[in-house]
């Protein structure tokens, strides 16, 4: 797709907040610092529209990216970030939790793992939760361009096994650098949400 408007819609904290718009969304979920800013901007074409940061847990909201009036990324909080109060934890994942099972405007979670590393028990419990959901799942493992082309088949099926991916699981492999599996994502994307 090729994408030239896009507008950061709202961050919000609760249902009343997100958009009135009945567009179709896709929300990217993951570790703190997975990377899933820089997949945003790699699918935007845009350098910094969605903040990345070397400071994890930046994002402390749902963040509605409008993608030309087409479709929302929903840009979720990170999980995982040891900084992050206890409380605070708990009030994301309530904040998440009810945006996952409450919001029909929902087609697709995008899940990122770190492909450098075996994915953590934390990434486990939210391919988990979105299948509790029956939330659609692609699995984007991300920072490809840091691993040997040698060991990338390796890494793929580390992931594919850690997080028991279902055949209906589609897993990508990701480079924000080199854009490896961008297109790849954006055809998973257009597939379920039936936009082009």
């Known amino acids: 797709m090729q994408v030239h ?15 009135d718009a009945k567009l179709p969304e896709v929300a990217l979920a993951g570790r703190s610092n997975v990377g899933k800013s ?7 074409n845009r350098r910094n529209y969605a903040r990345t940061s070397s400071q994890p847990g930046k ?21 995982g970030y040891a900084k992050v109060s206890q409380k605070e934890r708990e009030k994301w994942a309530r904040m998440i939790e009810t945006y996952f099972s409450t919001r029909q405007e929902l087609k697709g979670a995008i899940s990122l793992v770190d492909a450098r590393h075996e994915p953590s028990e934390l990434d486990c419990q939210m391919i988990e939760f979105l299948h509790y959901y029956n ?32 055949k209906n699981d589609r897993l990508i492999l990701f480079s924000a650098v080199d854009k490896i ?16």
């Open 135 to 166: 939330i659609p799942v692609l699995v984007v493992g991300t920072k490809i361009d840091k691993i040997p082309k040698s060991k990338r088949n390796k890494s793929e099926s580390q992931i594919r096994k850690k997080l028991q991916l279902t």
């Open 181 to 196: 599996g961008k297109d790849e994502v954006w055809n998973w994307i257009e597939s379920i949400t039936k936009v082009n």
């Open 38 to 44: 820089s997949l945003i901007n790699t699918l935007i």
């Open 59 to 79: 994002t402390q909201t749902l963040n509605f990216y409008n993608i030309e009036d087409l479709l929302y990324f929903v840009d979720v909080p990170g999980y």
């Open 5 to 19: 408007n896009v507008n950061l819609t709202i961050s919000a904290v609760r249902p009343e907040q997100y958009p």
